[in-house]
């Protein structure tokens, strides 16, 4: 008996996989980034076919780390840390695009199972507490993100051209990470998901930045004591420069 239902899950998820890959087909213009020195984000072209009708969704997750989150306090005048939890698995960056607003789709129960949408971003950690008191916490790690560009709290819209064309335009700030970006494509029918594709960012430090990023990781000793010496270089000739320009 417990054969014959591994058989049939994996028929199912099989066949579910054959009739995804016949409804969407989804590319990019290119699919990998190179961070470098003075690396100021960058826009990928996100484009594909559905043979079926709906609406289109596409979220973009970033490589998923943990966070440590403290909560201040103002005690005596200073602003001191008095408790901080640690958050895993929480998405580095995230960005969703739809051919119409999320909360018009009438899936909400589809876009919660799916993590579509930066509210219904699922993390682990602090399970201890009160679900209210865990939704602050929660809550500071988002907006902390969108502060920093890693989310992008407004929607990003997809064209539909002949009911079967669509694209969208995928934006990247300068403070993303390095890592596989997973990207989701989603057609939504009368509020249930009809087909999934999940296609592949690859986002890597490129030259100088990368050798930086390598030294400061891997030999951090010598990374500051070069990071000082070139300060003070930089500051003597600047200096320098100015006594004699002013002499």
Known sequence: MRKLLIFLTTLFVYVNNIIAKDIIMADFSKNKINIDVGFNGAKLLFFGVIDDEGDVVVSVTGPRESIKV???????????????????????????????????????????????????????????????????????????????????????????????????????????????????????KEGNVIAVKRSFINVSKYGLGEKIYTMATEKGLIYGILAVFFALVFGFTVNETIRRFNA
């Not at 698995?89 to 051919?99: E, G, I, K, L, Q």
């Not at 335009?169 to 989701?184: H, K, P, Q, T, W």
């Open 70 to 188: 403290r909560k201040k306090k103002r005690k005596l005048g200073l602003w001191i840390n008095t408790d901080f939890k640690t958050f895993y698995d929480v998405p580095s960056y995230y960005f969703v695009a739809s051919t119409k607003p999320l909360d018009q789709l009438n899936a909400n129960e589809a876009l919660r199972i799916n993590q579509i949408g930066i509210k219904n971003i699922r993390f682990e950690g602090a399970e201890e507490e009160a679900k209210k008191d865990r939704d602050l916490w929660k809550s500071g790690i988002i907006d902390t993100m969108i502060k920093l560009g890693r989310y992008t709290p407004e929607q990003g819209s997809i064209n539909i051209s002949n009911q079967r064309l669509f694209k969208t335009e995928l934006n990247f700030s300068s403070e993303i990470i390095d890592g596989a970006y997973i990207v989701d494509t989603l057609l939504i």
